[in-house]
Structure formats: C-alpha cells, structure tokens
C-alpha cells in the first residue's frame, strides 16, 4: 500500500514539474528531476516549487578549463587541494545490480589505481597542501590514504588528522545527537526490506544507501522513507535530511563540509606554521547539493568586490576557529557500525606537541596581528568544480572521476618537471 502510494507520488511529481515548466520534454524532465536526486517529500504533498527554484538558482557551469588551472598552479606559490572522494577519486565499480548483497562489503569506495603515483608526487611537494573532505567514516579514509602525506577530513569534515597524526574533531560542543538511536532502527527496518541496500552509522550522521539495488524499487523505497520520517522518528529533532541520487541520509544540523572548512584551514595554518599566504585553491568534489556550500566558501561577498573581501572573510573565519579550539572539549562518542567497529581512534587524543587534548590550548593559538590573513586568493586562481553534476554551485565541472584522474594527472606531471 505504502510502495503504491510512493509510485503515485513520483509520478505526480514528475507530472507537476513538467507543468511548471511549461510542458517541457518529459524524458528531459524525469531526468533532471533524477540528476537533482527527486522532490523532496516532507508530507504527502511533493514541494514541486522549491525544486523549481532550486534547479533554477543553480548555475549550468562550463568544463574546467585545464590548462589555466595547470599555469595558475604553477604560478602559485602556496597552494590548497581539496579533494572529495567518493565519486572523485574512486575507481569505477560496476553496477552490482545483478550482484548479491553478501558483496557489498566489497564494493566499498577505494582510491582510483591511477591516482596513486600523481598524488604522491603533489603531496611532495613543498608548495602544496592536499586535504581529502569526505563524508566517509576515519577507517575508509585511513584505509585509502594512510601512506600518503595529506589531511584527511572524514564524516564531512568532522574528523581531522594529518596522515602521520592522530584524529581530531572539529565538532561543536553541544551537538545534539541524541536522535540516533531511533533513526538507527528506522534505517535498518528499511535496509531488511530492500535487497542489496545497506546503512552506515557514523558519529554525526546515519546514511541509508541503496546505490547498489534496484533503482526504481529504491527510489519508491527512499519516497516511502521520507514520508515516514517526518511524521515519526525526528518530527522534533534538530537534524537535516539530505536526499541524495541514491540515498537518505540523517545528519545534525549544521554538519556540512562548507561549515566545517574554516576550522580545518585553521588547524592546517596553525600546524603547519604557515607564513605564505594561499594564493591558489583547487576545490574538487562530487557533493550533496547541501555540501555545496564548500564551493562558495572561497568565493567574494560580491562578484565585483577584490580579492581582499575573500581574504578578510577567510582570516576572520580561520581567527574564529582557533578561538574556538582553544575552548572546545573532545568528547568520544560510541559507535556501533560494523563499518567503523575494530577502526576507529579513541577520543580524545594527544595532540602533536603533546598536549592532553586534540584541540590547542589558549596559550598556543595563533597570535592574530591586524590585517594578518592566511590567504591571498584572486578570482583567476580560485578552481571550483563539481564532478558528475549538470547544476551546481561550482564554477566548472569535470564528467566523471575519469577526468579527475586525467586533470590530476597533468597537474602532477606539471609539478614534478616545475623547479
């Protein structure tokens, strides 16, 4: 009865888009709609506006021009990679939708082979600080990059480490978790009942995938979910909801990886004693829509505004994540994922000068002159891109992780013949 009712309201959700948009092309319609991840329901009646509205505020932006982002590199002289990584670095994995689920475990994200030599050769170099933001949990970030020297930003920029560290949070204080119980065991009610999907608990968010099921049964599956969830688990809770393409994913407010980048900048400046400037950043990622937000953090107030608003705007961020480092407590939460259980770092832990919290105390924040910045970024040598995305916030966008190994892999052979 529930799936029925799911089958009516995807179809009328299609039907009502093609309304509003003037009785466009339905297969170009349906498409879109999939590509943006469906309406999103919070009760029986689809929001078909704010669907218009956001496809429509959501730029079509041009490929990445590749050769000017190599000049600008080379140019630079302190330079920012951030890297997404599932659908970004992975390599492909086939369709497992004829494959059983006891091979799910297998399919787990894993580092693109042919990325392997060219991000050794970028994390060597001098110039060039690599952070791979994810919303993956520690142990799958471990796993992949462990030998490489990078920062590792795991559950959405949540959890921070420098490869040969130990993990930190960035974590607000009062983090409301106190959901997670029930969203757990709406989420594996769901996982029983839809073959070859699967859910991953983490510490500040529960993702239900079904990537690997059948894709219409899913979808009428991820409709049903959502309905149910509005009206029950977290009627009153302080969480967001994200919908992506092919999953449903629970997470306190607030945890996104554009909310989470200033604290990381700041433990990277202040770690790796930075006196340069960053002048150029390279922001890569196939992102939720509601992650996006890390596409717009370098960006000026205002088109037309220099460059000194970015700078101002990303030094007062970094100033406010130190201060608020110094104030902030670790605190470890159990997590019962098979995914995270035997992997996961005891909180809190030692930071590397030896202080008894992850976090720096008072005494060695970094000491703020005014008018001091961390970053010296011109628009020219700003790269934002979104991989596998016809609408995003991005200003460019590569098809696939294909031509994100491709990109990389220019960009390493430009470094590695750069004196």
Known sequence: MLDTAAAGDRGSCKAGRRDAGGGGDPAKVDKELDAFGGCFDVSNELNVTVVEAQLRTRQVPPFLPDKVAVERYLQSRNRLLILGFNATLTEPVESPGRRGGDQIKELEPKLHPDLREPLKILCNDPKTTIVVLSGSDRSVLDDNFGDYDMWLAAENGM??????????????????????????????????????????????????????????????????????????????????????????????????????????????????????????????????????????????????????????????????SVERRSASKLSARKSGSKASQGSQQTLPTPDKHGSGSGWRSSQESIVWSEGSSVLDLKGENYFSCAVGRKRSKARYILGSSDDVVTFLKKLAEASSLCP
Request: aromatic content about 12%.
């Open 159 to 320: 959890f921070l480490r420098l490869t040969d560290g130990e993990w930190m949070t960035t974590m607000p204080e009062h983090l409301n978790l106190d959901w997670v119980d029930s969203i757990k065991d709406f989420f594996e009610y769901f996982r029983e009942r839809t073959p070859r999907s699967h859910f991953e608990q983490r510490e500040t968010s529960l993702v239900w995938n079904y990537k690997y099921a059948d894709v219409e049964f899913g979808r009428l599956q991820a409709k049903d979910m959502l309905q149910h969830l509005w009206t029950g688990p977290i009627s009153n809770a302080a969480v967001d909801v994200v919908q992506g393409s092919r999953s449903v994913e629970v997470r306190a407010v607030g945890v996104t990886k554009g909310a989470a980048i200033d604290r990381i900048l700041g433990e990277i400046v202040h770690s790796n004693s930075m006196m340069t400037p960053i002048d150029y950043v390279l922001c890569i990622g196939h992102f939720l829509e509601k992650d996006e937000d890390i596409f717009t953090f370098f960006e000026p107030s205002l088109p037309a505004e220099s460059s000194g608003t970015t700078r101002t705007k990303v030094a007062d961020a970094v100033k406010t």
